[in-house]
T-cell receptor, first 116, second 111 residues
């Protein structure tokens, strides 16, 4: 069964540094998402992406965040100047065609980001 | 998206059925009911979804009340691998947007 792949599984970065998290969504999917989960807390939506542009973003997704689909397979999340509070699990997800609210999202196993 | 209410935790014995309830009294006619689960140290995993009729798949069954103000996820024979946090989420028809996760129900399965 096709799956969403995220790399690296664990990223350790110094505060203030830039970090890029990588995701390979399921190949025929058209909608892409990033979520995060701070340890012990709820999964929170960050951003959704469709047709090469952001379709929706949350308040968390401020100017230090950006997303890109640099080629036909990768979907990246960049954090420009990391802060201690950015430490979290970051999950990528994708879903297929169909805007009926009934398309399931498929998640990767996440990247654990640790900011020192 | 409308709000859902779930118990914080539930326990089950292995190989017994589990009924996980969800209340969504403010559901609108165009909201789909989705269930996801999150196993320890993994990303959320889609389980099942429905609109009005009961649904079955290889993982579970979804029973939806006639007035749609509540639903129940049914695991027919719980295994140790089913120990996870289960989330009930409403998604509006025509929406391809984000999932709003609550705290979910933490299911423990005893051998």
């Amino acid at each position: 069964e096709p799956e969403v792949t995220q790399t690296p599984s664990h990223q350790v970065t110094q505060m203030g540094q830039e970090v890029i998290l990588h995701c390979v969504p399921i190949s025929n999917h058209l909608y892409f998402y990033w979520y995060r989960q701070i340890l012990g807390q709820k999964v929170e939506f960050l951003v959704s992406f469709y047709n090469n542009e952001i379709s929706e973003k949350s308040e968390i997704f401020d100017d230090q965040f950006s997303v890109e689909r640099p080629d036909g397979s990768n979907f990246t999340l960049k954090i420009r100047s990391t802060k201690l509070e950015d430490s979290a699990m970051y999950f990528c997800a994708s879903s297929g065609r169909g805007g009926q609210g009934n398309q399931p999202q498929h998640f990767g196993d996440g990247t654990r980001l640790s900011i020192l | 998206d409308a709000k859902t209410t779930q118990p914080n935790s539930m326990e089950s014995n292995e190989e017994e059925p589990v009924h996980l309830p969800c209340n969504h009294s403010t559901i609108s006619g165009t909201d789909y009911i989705h269930w996801y689960r999150q196993l320890p140290s993994q990303g959320p995993e889609y389980v099942i979804h429905g609109l009005t009729s009961n649904v079955n798949n290889r993982m579970a069954s979804l029973a939806i009340a006639e007035d749609r103000k509540s639903s129940t996820l049914i695991l027919h024979r719980a295994t140790l691998r089913d120990a996870a946090v289960y989330y009930c989420i409403l998604k509006r028809r025509g929406s391809q947007g984000n999932l709003i996760f609550g705290k979910g129900t933490k299911l423990s399965v005893k051998p």
